[in-house]
């Protein structure tokens, strides 16, 4: 009889999908990845993708997959799955979409929405909430369909996250992992369930609970892939998918983040720091700690929206002479930039960016706007590119001083994850702006090495999360703080960069007005 000592995790991002294998001790033992271009935009500020890119990557993804003569897939136990977070899809009873997903990176707002009424009015208006609320009703997408696109919502049979999306053609039912409940849905994030009726979620979203899918905890059973799923994938026929989390949730337990006095810092798209707390707590007001990959636990973030996107900025306006190199000689692009900034000292010479590229609700507020000070003749694009890292870095380090105060746990070391732990100037820097040990995990893909540990949990291949994240997750390279580093970073950190914002913020406000930028 054949052992069935294998994962099979699926790790939907925002521009590819990877297929990845992985054993009981947390090796990766095949990948495939697929890349897609990441959204159409037909208007400014629009972001929108077919739903059947998803499903046709995952398909590609997965057949591939299955070439790799080290891959048995009579040894694979179950799968799990994991995709960006908040990016949404409506479908009619069959499951097909009724028009594209809308992205998380979308930027549309429904401007005109009567404001919430009643004793919840009262309540936001004594709390000083009405504007946050507001703010909450003119991002939601399904306010937007509701409001514009009348047809699609009344026809619309489910409001499915990606997750929710892709689970149903794998599985033909509609159920999603409590894990995955990251958007403007009706969710309650300290009892990880649906709203109660009495909920003012209700008041300012238009749903109705039959639109939302069934949900089930991280490590349950979702159901098991049918055959039209199988004979699209590849993935054998009944195989069990086991409820994971979304992509930064399962990021955290997949560096080996699961005490709270470890910090899981993530150079994606976008970047943030997680910890993982038992307690609820809201890092910001009335914004979230959302579901850990762990059931009943949570992951306390706080997000830079335009996180290692602002690399890739810099590579497609600045990086050229790299990208063209790295393309030429068969190298990785990150090897190159890291050089160009070997030479430039910690600070960049004094220059300091502000990575607020795009707004925010409260902090920043929605006026912010990216800033960049110090400028000198002798500064060069290496500088600049420096000073986007340890913006970067300041920006979390921020982050993480938030979540200290909230709850109450000094971070004492961290784990990276995402693009930027590929650089040893972003990872060195990191530790230094911190002060703290910094440590890549044994394997780049965390996000799907943490949907495994939730199939290897949920299946009963480890007896529980404490065991499977000790098995699964290593420590790899450790970059300890230079302490003569760590004293410039300090300086520019607490008398510069934390005074920027609210000096410029007047400033910002006045741009606004003149030119309606940002609305």
């Known amino acids: 009889m054949t052992t069935k000592d294998l994962i099979l995790a699926i790790d939907n991002g925002t521009q590819s999908l990877k297929a990845l294998i992985f054993d009981l001790e947390g090796r990766l033992l095949a990948k495939e990845m697929v890349p897609f271009t990441p959204y159409f935009t037909d208007q400014p500020g629009w972001a929108e993708q077919d739903p059947e890119v998803f499903w046709q990557s995952l398909c590609q993804a997965c057949q591939k997959l299955w070439r790799h003569k080290d891959v048995d897939k009579s040894r694979i136990a179950g799968a799990a799955l994991t995709t960006q977070r908040a990016t949404v899809v409506n479908v009619d009873q069959t499951g097909n979409p009724l028009r594209p997903a ?218 050229h002479p790299e990208l063209q190199e790295a393309a030429e000689q068969g190298l990785e692009p990150e090897a190159l930039f890291d050089r160009l900034v070997d030479d430039i000292a910690p600070g960049s010479m004094g220059l300091i960016l502000q990575p607020y590229w795009t707004p925010g609700l409260k902090s920043p507020g929605p006026e912010a706007k990216g800033a960049i000070i110090g400028f000198g003749d002798v500064h060069t694009r290496a500088h600049l590119y420096r000073s986007i890292l340890e913006g970067l870095a300041y920006a979390l380090r921020e982050g993480k001083e938030r979540i200290e105060h909230r709850s109450g746990t000094a971070i004492t070391s961290l784990r990276i994850s995402g693009g930027g732990s590929q650089s040893r100037n972003a990872m060195q820097l990191t530790a230094d702006i911190f002060g703290l040990p910094t440590a890549k995990p044994h394997v780049y893909e965390t996000s799907g090495l943490g949907a495994a540990i939730d199939a290897a949990v949920g299946l009963g291949l480890h007896d529980d999360f404490k065991s499977a994240v000790k098995a699964m997750t290593h420590v790899g390279e450790v970059y300890e703080p230079d302490q003569k580093n760590h004293r410039v970073y300090d300086a520019l950190y607490h008398d510069v960069y934390k005074k920027m914002y609210k000096r410029l913020k007047p400033l910002y406000e006045r741009i606004r007005e003149i030119t309606g930028y940002p609305k």
């Open 102 to 319: 809308i992205l998380w990176l979308d930027q549309r707002k429904t401007y005109g929405l009567p404001p919430v009424g009643g004793i919840w009015g009262a309540i936001f208006s004594v709390a000083g909430l009405r504007k946050t609320v507001a703010y909450l009703q003119e991002e939601a997408e399904a306010n937007w369909i509701r409001t514009y696109q009348p047809e699609i919502w009344k026809n619309t049979h489910k409001y499915l996250l990606l997750s929710g999306y892709l689970t149903y053609r794998l599985i033909g039912e509609f159920v999603d992992s409590v894990g995955s409940q990251v958007g403007y849905i009706p969710f309650d994030y300290k009892r990880q369930r649906r709203s109660a009726s009495w909920d003012w979620k209700w008041r300012v979203l238009p749903f109705d609970p039959a639109l939302l899918p069934d949900l089930k905890p991280p490590g349950q059973i979702l159901g098991n892939i049918t055959a039209a799923a199988s004979e699209a994938t590849g993935i054998p026929e009944g195989l069990p998918l086991v409820a994971a989390a979304a992509d930064k949730a399962c990021e955290v337990i997949g560096s080996g983040s699961l005490e709270s006095h470890i910090g899981c810092l993530s150079y994606g798209t976008t970047a943030t720091i997680n910890v993982t707390h038992k307690k609820y707590i809201e890092p910001i007001p009335l914004l979230p700690a959302f579901p850990s990959a762990i059931p009943e636990y949570y992951a306390v973030e706080v997000q830079v929206y335009r996180g290692y996107w602002m690399v890739n900025w810099f590579k497609q306006e600045f990086g």
